[in-house]
């Protein structure tokens, strides 16, 4: 029988231009780079210049996209933002990228589920798809948490950075096997009751400021490994498959020691993970679309190839997506 499957034609990403390194941090709070890299596996992150929106991310991210895809902007039907750090208040920030695009037809709106929020846009992408309300999209992850840090607080301030990625997708048809190029299956999660261990303590409705960050880092690091093994295992469910099958591991670049806790406890070999933690920090909604661009411009994901994407952030919010490249 056939279905609808949402097919990646493309990706891109875009990292700022100045680059902030555990030493430049070093100069600014007391820490380490052996600190850094012994607990994160972080070695620099990337931060926007000023004047430099989470928008102008995510516009350079999606032309780069585009191009790979080979896609013209007036075929995007539908473009999705994940973000938790929005250009304004409102109106959703997925409207200025639409509108440089030169996009004026269609559907463009925000998803906010922090670091999670890729996969959920991904998932919410392929939903429009397979029930024919979009044809082509832009699923993109923008974030700017250099504008939410409390550059005082060392355990916060070393983990996060800033950057962009982009996927283009198309419904086609397939014959509903797993041989089937697009998405396979996805699945997400919350659990409102954890707000307190990730969340900025600052908004519209409550404080009227934009806030900062606060983390318990151990309580999060304790929840991670059980939430994304949760998620991932419902996708083998779904689908039949298993670790021995995956070609590539791209699981949200939070923290080193969560991706190989999660990939060991999994049975993922270690040569199947992709990890670009080292390179930009914890990017939020940004991580796994800049870890995938980067494997596929260095030839490691392919056509063809069965892709694992995992993501868990602040509420929490948890999700997977297996697709077909």
């Not at 100069?27 to 430099?52: C, K, L, P, S, Y």
């Not at 929840?223 to 996708?235: L, P, S, W």
């Amino acid at each position: 029988m056939s279905v609808i499957r949402s097919t990646v034609l493309g990706c891109g990403s875009y990292l700022p231009e100045k680059c902030l390194t555990n030493d430049d941090l070093a100069r600014m709070v007391d820490t380490t780079d052996e600190w850094i890299v012994q607990r994160t596996g972080i070695r620099q992150r990337h931060i926007a210049a000023d004047g430099e929106f989470t928008s102008h991310l995510a516009i350079k991210a999606a032309q780069r996209a585009l191009r790979h895809a080979g896609v013209d902007a007036q075929d995007i039907d539908t473009i999705i933002l994940a973000t938790a750090t929005p250009d304004n208040t409102f109106p959703a920030t997925a409207v200025s990228v639409q509108a440089d695009l030169g996009i004026y037809h269609g559907m463009a709106f925000d998803i906010h589920a922090v670091c999670s929020g890729f996969v959920y846009a991904l998932a919410t992408a392929d939903a429009f798809m397979r029930c024919g309300q979009s044809k082509r999209a832009l699923v993109i992850g923008a974030e700017t948490f250099s504008r939410i840090l409390d550059w005082n607080d060392r355990t916060t301030c070393v983990l996060f950075g800033d950057g962009a990625g982009a996927v283009v997708l198309e419904a086609r048809e397939g014959s509903g096997t797993l041989g089937d190029r697009g998405v396979l299956t996805t699945h997400l999660r919350s659990d409102g009751r954890n707000k307190c261990k990730l969340y900025v303590d600052g908004g519209p409705s409550s404080t009227q400021t934009v806030g900062h960050l606060r983390m318990e880092g151990r309580e999060v690091f304790k929840h991670a490994v059980g939430m994304i093994t949760d998620v991932i295992e419902d996708a083998f469910a779904a689908t039949g498959t298993s670790a021995d099958d995956l070609d590539w591991f791209v699981p949200h670049q939070a923290n080193k020691r969560i991706i190989d806790a999660s990939a060991k406890k999994l049975g993922i070999a270690p040569e199947k993970v992709v990890t670009t933690v080292d390179l930009h920090g914890n990017t939020s909604a940004a991580s796994i679309p800049l870890a995938l661009d980067s494997a596929v411009r260095d030839g490691r994901v392919k056509t063809g190839d069965l892709v694992l994407l995992e993501a868990m952030g602040g509420g929490f919010t948890w999700g997977s997506a297996l697709l077909r490249w």
